[in-house]
Structures are given as structure tokens and as C-alpha cells.
């Protein structure tokens, strides 16, 4: 697969403390062996200037207080609190001060952010997705990717995971309906 950089980002999904480090609150093995691959990943995207975005999940600990329905402390428990350890970057990749953070509330890392317009006004049509979880904040930000016109690309060996399941499902849901999957070997800069 051949990606111009200049129309080309390498989004990051969420790889923090609170889940690829052991001592996160929802650590997940699956997402720290990601890190490297990851790292690996975007290092080639700087090395041919392609542009590389980072999101963090971060959130206020009063966001779900006056929630009528969606509630991520119930289901997850309060994680990636705003200003804490496990909200920060996973150490280990490498966020160069040109790269875009995107901090989001929610699983979709367009819903309420700057993302798509950051993305529009660099002329940048082709997303590489990596990072974790993947049936939750990666399969939610490249679907709505796919449906802002994107072409989102999953990169499977650079996504982490609770259950191998998971990301299976969550690459195949992908693939059929929104996007395409391939490896980084697959992946070429040109």
C-alpha cells in the first residue's frame, strides 16, 4: 500500500498510561505490546514528514455528573482523569513537538474536537490508524473517519487490544464497512 505523506496522517489512538502501562487503571497487555510497533510506525512517518496525531482520551472528573445516558465511569470506572499520570502519553513513543495532540471525551475522536477541520486544512485524506483499544476508540474514531470522507487505514499489528477477539472482530467490522486493513510491512511512504 503506497501513501503520499503529504495527504497522509498517522493518528495515534489513545496509547496512555491508563491503558498500556501496568499500573494503569485499565491496563490492557494487549495495548502495551503495541507500543513498539507503534513507535516504529511513526517514526517512519517522520522521517518522510507525514503528518502524525495523537489522541488522548482525558476527562474531566465531573463529565458524566449530569449524564442522561452515556456514562463511560459506568461502564469503565473513572479513568484518564484530566491532569493525571494516566492520561499522559504512554513513555516510549515518540511525540515530536510538530505532531497534533487531539484531547476527546468520548470513544470518536472527531465528536466535539478539531480534528477534521486540523485534518481539511492540511489537504490530508488518508488516516493510518494505530493504537488501542480496538473495538472501542480505534474501531469508533476510523468509522467516523470513513464517514467524514476519509479513507481510514487500520494498521493490524500496531492495535491493541483486551481480547484477541476483539481486534479480529473490530478489523474485519472495519474492513467490511468503512475502511481498509493492513499491516505495517504493507504500509509504504512514497
Request: proline share 4%; charged share 25%.
Amino acid at each position: 500500500m503506497h501513501l503520499e505523506p503529504t495527504q497522509t496522517a498517522v493518528v495515534v489512538v489513545d496509547m496512555q498510561n491508563g491503558f498500556c502501562h501496568p499500573d494503569g487503571s485499565l491496563y490492557a497487555p494487549g495495548s502495551e505490546d503495541v507500543i513498539d510497533p507503534v513507535s516504529e510506525l511513526v517514526e517512519r512517518a517522520h522521517e518522510v514528514d507525514a503528518s502524525v496525531v495523537y489522541t488522548r482520551d482525558v476527562h474531566p472528573p465531573e463529565q458524566f455528573g449530569d449524564a442522561y445516558y452515556y456514562d463511560e465511569f459506568e461502564q469503565w470506572g473513572e479513568h484518564v482523569l484530566e491532569g493525571s499520570w494516566e492520561a499522559e502519553v504512554v513513555e516510549g513513543l515518540p511525540v515530536d513537538a510538530a505532531d497534533h495532540v487531539v484531547e476527546k471525551h468520548t470513544y470518536d475522536a472527531f465528536q466535539k474536537t478539531e480534528l477534521e477541520g486540523w485534518l481539511t486544512a492540511r489537504g490530508i485524506r488518508d488516516l493510518v490508524f494505530c493504537g488501542t483499544l480496538a473495538n472501542v476508540c480505534v474501531l469508533h474514531s476510523a468509522g467516523s473517519a470513513g464517514l467524514r470522507d476519509f479513507r481510514p487505514i487500520l494498521v493490524e499489528d500496531c492495535i491493541g487490544h483486551i481480547e484477541e477477539d476483539h481486534r479480529e472482530y473490530a478489523l474485519e467490522h472495519a474492513e467490511w464497512l468503512f475502511g481498509e486493513v493492513t499491516t505495517s510491512d504493507e504500509l509504504e511512504f512514497v
